[in-house]
């Protein structure tokens, strides 16, 4: 049964989320974190979230056609970590204006992601909290 359930999360929540990371440039532990994340939660979202994101970063910075992902993968597009922050933002968006009180209530998520920004923990190798609990870093 565990192997079943491995499994079925990786063919259909870890393997599109690595896709979806490659296609905006995110190689990082955390953004790839983010993604699975966003992933599990929501999949059709992910896309929205990423091109809001880019696109109101292209539009704050006066870059036309938007950027495609952040830098390397797009030369013209964001860091990875500004863009992380911009998507966090899109994805927090949502979920206040949501009528889905349980959707609503996980906001605690990207507020925890960007934390993980904050504390410039990218590979996310440095022991961390969340949620009161306390998590060793990856080796």
Same mark, same amino acid.
């Given at each position: 049964? &565990? #192997?079943? &359930? =491995? =499994? $079925?999360? #990786?063919l259909n929540f870890w393997e599109p989320a690595m896709t979806k990371a490659t296609t905006y440039g995110v190689t990082s532990a955390l953004g790839k974190a983010m993604y $699975? =994340?966003?992933e599990i939660q929501g999949p059709a979202l992910v896309d929205g979230f990423s091109n809001r994101a880019l696109k109101k970063w292209s539009d704050s910075n006066g870059i036309t056609p938007s950027a495609t992902a952040c830098k390397p993968a797009d030369p013209n597009g964001p860091g990875e970590k500004e863009y992380l922050y911009l998507v966090n933002a899109e994805r927090r968006s949502k979920m206040a %204006? +949501? +009528?889905n009180d349980l959707y609503k209530s996980t906001v605690y998520r990207p507020d925890g992601f960007d934390r993980l920004l904050d504390q410039d923990n990218m590979s996310m190798s440095k022991d961390f909290s969340l949620r009161e609990q306390q998590?060793? %870093?990856?080796?």
């Open positions: 049964m &565990q #192997r079943a &359930q =491995d =499994d $079925y999360f #990786r $699975y =994340d966003m %204006g +949501s +009528s998590i060793k %870093g990856l080796p």
